[in-house]
């Protein structure tokens, strides 16, 4: 029988030994690579498998030869009594790195998920109103509450603290706010921050506690009837200020007031009076080419002259504000939104002429609702349009002020 090895390493021996396995005894052995890192390794038997355990560095500023035959003789005795080293220590690791995972998702807030969600999500996002949106009602309404707190904590209670006090008197802000919180939850839970059901979820649990948007005062776009606009389309000529032009060109092109305050110049072709808005900045995610009316391209020689990259900008921005054109309603003293325009536009079209109905709407840039009838439409019949829309801009203009000339803007004034 070979002979069993006992205290056969010393200090110096440690110190000069060369590439290779080195055996003290016990089951102490000493590593050696070729790069002259060293290392103390306790090989052991059990359940009739040899299995290696590392006990860490060796020479100077590691761990010394009796230090290392210290914790062989501890390890020694775990094995004689049936206790795996090597599992013992990654069974160690495992509890470690939960009580780490749990320690994290303590400290992870709501707020710091949904900044993670928004900053992971927005360039998917439409329009900049739309990730202002999304910041502006969680900083305003749901920080306050319950920002700072963990995620994982998040209940009912939290939720409804926020929904309650607005959901009578807003529903519409009400409504977007829960929609919000709920898919920040569903975020922190698909990222493993939290368990269970989401406590903003409508369906099946706020439900059953708030009433449904149905049954409260709803937001529609009020609208001005068609017969009252080219009357107020004369008063708006009156106005030599840039939200005043932007006004009648939204209202001559019947498009969304997001589509008109980000407009480009790159945009437009006043030559062949055509503004085409890219898929990126349309609802329905398609482009849509606009027919321009000879009103809405003397709008546009106006602008021109300021040198933007918009259309139309404000004095100290590139742009307008979503609220520029809403404030002017407001000064003029009409009771109707900026969109309600388009519903007027559609009424004088159904009403006033005989334009067929997809030619209406799709100068609306409705979505086809008829995937068969979408399938079949390849077209966007756009020379139907340019007459139907050269046809809004003589009705709007029908009050006396069909001869009105547009004065180029010195300044950006709203």
């Not at 060369?18 to 060293?38: I, N, Q």
């Not at 027919?291 to 003397?298: D, F, G, N, Y």
């Not at 007459?387 to 709007?396: I, V």
């Not at 547009?406 to 709203?414: E, F, L």
């Amino acid at each position: 029988m070979p002979r069993k090895l006992s205290n056969a390493l010393t200090p110096l021996a440690v110190k000069n030994a060369k590439p290779g396995r080195h055996a003290d005894g016990g089951g102490l052995h000493l590593l050696v690579k070729e790069t002259g890192a060293r290392s103390w390794v306790y090989r052991f038997m059990l359940k009739g498998k040899s299995r290696d355990v590392g006990l860490g560095a060796a020479g100077p500023g590691g761990i010394s030869l009796a230090d290392a035959r210290t914790a062989r003789d501890a390890l020694r005795l775990k094995v004689k009594a049936g206790i795996d080293p090597l599992e013992e220590r990654q069974q160690a690791a495992t509890e470690a790195l939960a009580a780490a995972q749990a320690a994290a998702i303590a400290r992870m807030t709501f707020k710091a998920v949904a900044e993670a969600y928004i900053g992971a999500n927005e360039a998917s996002w439409r329009n900049d109103k739309h990730r202002q949106q999304w910041r502006n009602t969680l900083a305003s309404y749901v920080y306050p509450v319950m920002g700072e707190l963990p995620v994982a904590d998040i209940g009912t209670a939290h939720v409804l603290k926020i929904l309650e006090p607005i959901w009578q008197d807003k529903p519409e802000t009400a409504s977007r706010i829960r929609g919000r919180i709920e898919t920040v939850l569903d975020a922190a839970k698909a990222r493993g921050y939290r368990d269970g059901e989401n406590p903003a979820r409508w369906r099946g649990h706020i439900a059953q506690i708030l009433p449904p948007r149905s049954r409260l005062t709803r937001g529609h776009h009020k609208a001005m009837p068609y017969e009252a606009i080219p009357a107020f389309m004369a008063k708006l000529r009156e106005r030599n200020a840039t939200a005043a032009l932007a006004l009648e060109f939204v209202i001559l092109t019947a498009t969304r007031t997001s589509e008109v305050l980000g407009a480009t110049w790159a945009e437009v072709d006043l030559d062949r009076a055509i503004w085409t808005v890219p898929a990126s900045r349309m609802k329905a995610g398609k482009e849509h080419r606009i027919p321009l009316s000879s009103r809405a391209v003397e709008i546009l020689e106006a602008m021109k002259p300021l040198g933007k990259a918009n259309l139309f900008p404000a004095d100290k921005a590139d742009k307008l504000s979503t609220m520029a054109m809403s404030m002017l309603l407001r000064r003029m003293m009409v009771e109707c939104t900026v969109h309600g325009f388009r519903s007027g536009f559609r009424d004088w079209a159904a009403e006033c002429t005989g334009y067929a109905l997809e030619v209406c709407e799709m100068a609306l840039a409705h979505v086809i609702g008829n995937k068969s009838e979408a399938a079949y439409r390849r077209g966007d019949l756009f020379d139907k349009r340019r007459r139907l829309m050269a046809d809004w801009a003589t009705y709007c203009a029908n009050n006396g002020a069909a001869g009105a000339k547009v004065s180029p803007i010195r300044g950006a004034a709203a």
